[in-house]
């Protein structure tokens, strides 16, 4: 568990499952979605500052995911109260998703947040599986839902 520090207490196997998720990617390459705009180079990253000619190394893209996951990090601990409350393989799941689909997409999981929020982790899990983000990306949402339901790295 974390000390007093600024760092909420996400768990070690974050950046490594994030880098699994992602895959890398040395040049960018249109959105899988829309077939354009946002460009998306590295670990998943996207920007201003991302197009058609960029090209990223691995240590400059995983620097780029470590900086993203600490502001996501950071971001949940403020904007959801009972952050702390829940396990670092918990918060693992939510820095995970909203990784892929960006703060704001995962803070409109109303429901799913206040089912995690009461401890009903079975009910979040399925809740996760029943998302349009889950139908995206199914073998993440299946892990990540897994590991919302039982509190184990999946």
Not at 4 to 13: I, K, Q, S, Y
Request: hydrophobic share 40%.
């Amino acid at each position: 568990r974390q000390q007093c520090d600024e760092r909420p207490m996400t768990t070690p196997l974050l950046i490594s499952d994030l880098k699994a998720d992602e895959g890398f990617r040395a040049r960018a390459y249109p959105d899988p979605l829309t077939g354009a705009e946002p460009w998306t180079c590295g670990y998943g990253s996207t920007g201003p500052d991302i197009g058609p000619d960029t090209v990223m190394t691995e240590p400059q893209a995983a620097e780029r995911l470590q900086v993203r996951v600490d502001s996501l990090t950071v971001s949940l601990g403020s904007t959801l109260p009972w952050w702390d409350a829940i396990s670092g393989l918990r918060q693992d799941v939510l820095v995970n998703m909203a990784y892929n689909m960006g703060l704001n997409g995962l803070l409109a999981f109303h429901n799913t947040l206040s089912m995690i929020q009461q401890g009903h982790y079975v009910s979040a899990s399925v809740a996760m599986l029943e998302s349009r983000w889950a139908k995206q990306v199914p073998a993440r949402a299946n892990r990540l839902a897994q590991q919302m339901k039982t509190g184990v790295h999946a």
